[in-house]
């Protein structure tokens, strides 16, 4: 599997703030207290596998939490490279994607940026260890603002947003490489020591 992570915090050349990730945001749908509303997401109607990534991040024993995800059913061929994919030729013809905002939790937030790019950096190494192909994770650290009404007044924390994309030789099979990535996603998060 491919995967690779970058920072996106600070100001572009243009002075264009880079994009925040909001906890708590108008549509925000707790799913620490109320797994089982990812299954109604309409993004999961589509695709399954993002409500069972969504519950298994959302739940007691996770690391992170989840504050807002998209889905994009089908990516045009300039909106992805097969090559970076890992896609073989000719398993390309459909693609999709979808992406995550993760925070973590409590005691395991980060504040400072070093510790958000060592965890990325050992998440995507235990990514690309995975033989899955066709797909990739690419994990932006992002400032996160936790509580809507003190965005100045709290340090600067920290999350990442997960974008995931996938392609295959017909629909069912870029959304089968998608769920999968999904689900290797979840384990890295899970499963990560300095998360713990």
Known sequence: MEADWEFEVGSD????AAPVIE???AGFIDLEREP???RQLP????LPGLAE???RLNAAASPVRTSKCDLWPSLKAGEFDSDELDAPPGS????MGCYIDLIPRGARQWFQPETAAAVCKELCRNLRAIPLRCCRADLIIRRALIAPD???QDPIRLGVTAYLTSCG???PEAVHTLQGTLAALADAFLGHPKLE
């Open 13 to 16: 050349a243009a002075g264009l």
């Open 23 to 25: 906890a708590a945001w």
């Open 36 to 38: 089982e509303r990812a």
């Open 43 to 46: 993004e999961a109607a589509q």
């Open 53 to 55: 990534a969504l519950i």
């Open 92 to 95: 390309s013809a459909y693609a």
């Open 150 to 152: 003190t965005p100045d």
């Open 169 to 171: 030789e017909s629909p």
